[in-house]
């Protein structure tokens, strides 16, 4: 998975397609998130697929702070029907682009190498977040979104697009109550 520089994104210096730099985003974007959640999941049982059948499960995520404030981390449970299993989230802002980069880690593949970050910004309250990959051995875009955010509750969703970011699939949704 490697960022993208798509023109109507994300041009690799924090701009917009308005040329507007993206300011509103700050170290302090996911200070919301710090402590302890509750999360309903819903997944798409296969993904650009055409498949509109869906799984649910609970779980729940820690988040703290890192780096001062640069950076924070969340200990995710997943209870999927299989069984559950545990991931890591790292996000990391850099204050030159103004831009948050974000991996996952899957317990499940401990020795995978990491995939690149999505990378995105905070904007009138939404985080939106891009990134490329590889989906069955097709190219394909991801796109994370934070939103919905109060001091109790947030979503984060997922979607997949395999034509450059004209269409996309939300193939998983994660809400949050804080615990």
Wanted: proline share 6%.
């Amino acid at each position: 998975m490697t960022p993208f520089g798509m023109y109507w994104l994300y041009n690799g210096n924090s701009h917009y397609a308005t040329g507007e730099p993206v300011t509103t985003s700050t170290l302090h974007d996911f200070d919301f998130f710090v402590g302890r959640w509750r999360v309903h999941h819903r997944q798409l049982k296969r993904r650009l697929a055409g498949c509109e059948d869906w799984i649910s499960f609970s779980g729940t995520t820690a988040t703290q702070l890192l780096m001062d404030g640069h950076g924070n981390m969340d200990d995710n449970v997943l209870d999927l029907p299989g069984g559950p299993y545990r991931a890591v989230t790292l996000r990391a802002f850099d204050m030159k682009s103004r831009q948050w980069s974000i991996w996952w880690l899957d317990g499940r593949t401990p020795s995978a190498p990491l995939d690149p970050p999505v990378r995105g910004a905070f904007k009138d309250g939404v985080g939106t977040f891009y990134a490329e990959d590889a989906y069955n051995g097709k190219p394909i875009r991801i796109r994370f979104i934070w939103s919905k955010i109060t001091a109790a509750s947030c979503r984060w969703e997922q979607a997949f697009s395999p034509d450059q970011g004209q269409n996309w699939e939300t193939n998983w949704i994660m809400n949050f109550e804080r615990a």
